[in-house]
């Protein structure tokens, strides 16, 4: 039973386009949404954050919007970079604050 | 202001032998998690600690893991007698407060078993 889940798998944008990466939650009583940034060897990293009270926020070239009756949220990351190429999970909590994260995505952008 | 800072980065055992991987959550900090990644793999949630409690143990395996988070030191987490299945990467994280807010990952302590 996976409660969160991301799509795609993977994916490659050239620099300078938008990267979208999606996911899905089952846990209605979920009620906090990170995205993390992770690269090889190192620890996950937040990025941004949202709650259901909003539909949208942004940080730089990084964007959350949420969608509370689809039960689904994306990240939009704006003008990528190939630095930006890294994995990136989404995660979900609740009221008991243990993360339950998605399996991950793995982010290449050309130059 | 020091992030969370785990320690040893690698650590390789024999099968049969303890672990112990410790964590300092970021100054301030009194929440502490410890989660397991495998390869390819997202990450997976242990156990939950507050100083000298364990709030939450629901993802810890019935036997050989324990975890502490005494009233001085460093969170610890214990695998005892090691197998090739434990080897991953674990990662503790920090929080402020409990439900709802920022955690802070360190950078995780790769174990291996050989």
């Known amino acids: 039973q996976q409660q969160v889940k991301q799509s795609p798998q993977s994916l490659i944008v050239q620099k300078g386009g938008i990267s979208i990466i999606n996911c899905a939650y089952e846990?209605?009583?979920?009620?906090?949404f990170p995205w993390y940034q992770q690269f090889p060897g190192k620890g996950p990293a937040l990025l941004i954050a949202i709650r259901p009270d909003v539909s949208e926020k942004k940080e730089g070239r990084f964007t959350i919007s949420f969608n509370k009756s689809a039960k689904q949220f994306s990240l939009h990351i704006m003008d990528s970079q190939p630095g930006d190429s890294a994995t990136y999970f989404c995660?979900?909590?609740?009221?008991?604050?243990?993360?339950?994260f998605g399996k991950g995505i793995t982010l290449s952008v050309r130059p | 202001n020091a992030g969370v800072m785990q320690n040893p980065r690698h650590l390789v055992r024999r099968r049969g032998q303890e672990a112990r991987l410790r964590c300092s959550p970021m100054k301030g900090h009194s929440h502490v998690y410890w989660y397991r990644q495998l390869p390819e793999e997202g990450l997976k949630f242990m156990v939950y600690l507050q100083k000298e409690n364990i709030i939450d143990e629901s993802g810890m395996p019935k036997e050989r893991f324990s975890a502490e988070f005494p009233k001085e030191g460093p969170s610890i987490l214990r695998i005892q007698q090691v197998v090739r299945g434990d080897s991953a990467a674990y990662f503790c994280?920090?929080?402020?407060?409990?439900?709802?807010?920022?955690?802070?990952f360190g950078q995780g302590t790769r174990l291996t078993v050989v």
């Open positions: 846990n209605t009583a979920f009620d906090y």
């Open positions: 994280a920090s929080s402020g407060q409990g439900s709802g807010t920022e955690a802070f």
């Open positions: 995660a979900a909590s609740g009221a008991n604050s243990k993360l339950t």
